[in-house]
């Protein structure tokens, strides 16, 4: 049976809600099938962010991610699906949306490395590490989609 369990975490940062972006993202999620199973607006404290973003301690841009992303509240959020990691990242577009591609939520939004919008998990270790620091567990819904056998051939 495939992992239809995969989770990742994906973030509309505090950009892409002043930008309005939060109904277009989850649109793109939404239309390529995923399942929304836990959701909520937050408001970013450094502490959590220094967890979520603890690969990236000592790089030049770390303050201002703490900074920015403390300023104002974004919207948290756990999507469900086979291959949900990985195609959540090609949904997000290149880092840099400079180099992100046409099609991708970057590559049409978003123009400063700084201001990219929307965060999603890299690995599945991130996923893991990045959903504990923003949801309960409880938080994290099940639930069965309707003509799921139409949207994934192994399930
Ligand atoms: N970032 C930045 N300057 C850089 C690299 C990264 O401001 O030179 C920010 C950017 O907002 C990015 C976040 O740090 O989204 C996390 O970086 P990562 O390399 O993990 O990119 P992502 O996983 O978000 O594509
Ligand atoms: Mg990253």
């Not at 990691?85 to 991708?104: C, E, F, N, V, Y």
């Amino acid at each position: 049976m495939a992992n239809t369990r995969e989770h990742t975490f994906i973030m509309v940062k505090h950009d892409g809600v002043q930008r309005g972006l939060i109904g277009e993202i989850i649109r793109r999620f939404e239309n390529r099938g995923f399942k929304l199973v836990a959701i909520k607006s937050i408001q970013a404290t450094r502490a959590q962010l220094e967890v979520h973003y603890e690969d990236h301690k000592g790089k030049n841009y770390f303050e201002s991610l703490l900074g920015y992303g403390s300023s104002g509240p974004a919207i948290a959020m756990v999507w469900e699906g086979h291959g949900v990691i990985t195609a959540g990242r090609s949904i997000l577009g290149a880092t840099d949306p400079i180099k992100a591609q046409p099609g991708t939520i970057r590559g049409d939004y978003a123009t400063a490395i700084g201001r990219n919008v929307v965060h999603g998990s890299d690995s599945e270790k991130a996923a893991k590490r990045e959903i504990d620091v923003w949801f309960k567990p409880e938080e994290i819904l099940t639930w069965h989609r309707a003509g799921a056998q139409h949207l994934h051939d192994k399930y």
